[in-house]
Nanobody, 124 residues
Framework: QAQLEESGGGGLVQAGGSLRLSCKFSGISFTSYNLGWFRRSPGGEREFVAAAKALSPDTDYADSVKGRFSISRDEAKSTFDLQMNSLRPEDTAVYYC????????????????WGQGTRVTVSS
């Protein structure tokens, strides 16, 4: 069992600005979990943003955020972050952190565990 809680970092920012989202994992075996971020834009579907594999340096990113966003995990604190740079108005969405023991299930958007969501608004 696990719980994910997003701890702020969202808000309103101008295009070109940066934000950092953070998610706290509560439960056992943080190191065993694959961790990711998804987002849902207004009127849109939930889409994959970034993921970090358990027990591995491997990461994966949506093409739309490559080179701008970076996912990182802190094993000591059981947290993982999404650093978002060069933000664009099309990045406006509610961002959700997620976790699952299975990599492909995480990437498919069917993770077992989800945070409550953090709103990010990027103005032009």
């Amino acid at each position: 069992q696990a719980q994910l809680e997003e701890s702020g970092g969202g808000g309103l920012v101008q295009a070109g600005g940066s934000l950092r989202l953070s998610c706290k994992f509560s439960g056992i075996s943080f190191t065993s979990y694959n961790l990711g971020w998804f987002r849902r834009s207004p009127g849109g579907e939930r889409e994959f943003v970034a993921a970090a594999k358990a027990l591995s340096p491997d990461t994966d990113y949506a093409d739309s955020v490559k080179g701008r966003f970076s996912i990182s995990r802190d094993e000591a604190k059981s947290t993982f972050d999404l650093q978002m740079n060069s933000l664009r108005p099309e990045d406006t969405a509610v961002y959700y952190c997620s976790g699952d023991l299975w990599w492909r299930r995480l990437l498919s958007g069917q993770a077992d565990y989800w945070g409550q969501g953090t709103r990010v608004t990027v103005s032009s």
